[in-house]
T-cell receptor
């Protein structure tokens, strides 16, 4: 079974500062990895995903993440935080194929606050 | 509609009552998923429908929970004899054929269920 650990349930950054949200995973096979964002009272929106190929993945709103197999990590970064980035972020993992490949396993989430 | 829709957006019910939650997936999406988001457990997979195949009910927490999908489109999640621990946000997602983890899941805004 796969699992996801997100370090830090709350992260605060100043506007314009680097955003770094940490995600580590556990999986018996190389997984597919996702970052979702959730704004208050809304559903989840996909920021980016890693399936195969280039390990540095760029997503929407200036976010990117790097898949590091040796560290079993998929940390999310953004060079300069904007007030509109304040939201909750979820890292998720799934298997590439076979039973359970359709099922996302989520981390507990990290709530990002941006200080003006 | 452009996205996944869910109704009602909020539901308050008394302990012991039955509730039905509805999900309208994106047109053309054959895969449909239900997840539950609660403070204690985070985001949990509940059930998965793919076309006419038997659903994967492995995530349903008890036999009080059931779901159906009529005509390969609209889905209803039913909770019988609701308990206070059922209070959560119930999220529905849909995707193109879900047998590969590559398929992006599009989430609805959720139904917030409160059991008093």
């Amino acid at each position: 079974a796969q699992s996801v650990t997100q370090l830090g349930s709350h992260v605060s950054v100043s506007e314009g500062a680097l955003v770094l949200l940490r995600c580590n995973y556990s999986s018996s096979v190389p997984p597919y990895l996702f970052w979702y964002v959730q704004y208050p009272n809304q559903g989840l929106q996909l920021l980016l995903k890693y399936t195969t190929g280039a390990t540095l993945v760029k997503g929407i709103n200036g976010f990117e993440a790097e898949f590091k197999k040796s560290e079993t990590s998929f940390h999310l970064t953004k060079p300069s935080a904007h007030m509109s980035d304040a939201a909750e972020y979820f890292c998720a993992v799934t298997l590439p194929s076979g039973a359970g490949s359709y099922q996302l396993t989520f981390g507990k989430g990290t709530k990002l606050s941006v200080i003006p | 509609g452009a996205g996944v829709s869910q109704s009602p957006s909020n539901k308050v019910t008394e302990k012991g009552k039955d509730v039905e939650l509805r999900c309208d997936p994106i047109s053309g999406h054959t895969a449909l998923y239900w997840y539950r988001q609660s403070l204690g457990q985070g985001l949990e997979f509940l059930i998965y429908f793919q076309g006419n195949s038997a659903p994967d009910k492995s995530g349903l927490p008890s036999d009080r929970f059931s779901a159906e999908r009529t005509g390969g489109s609209v889905s209803t999640l039913t909770i019988q004899r609701t308990q206070q621990e059922d209070s959560a946000v119930y999220l529905c997602a849909s995707s193109l054929a879900g047998t590969s983890g590559r398929r992006e899941q599009y989430f609805g805004p959720g139904t917030r269920l409160t059991v008093t």
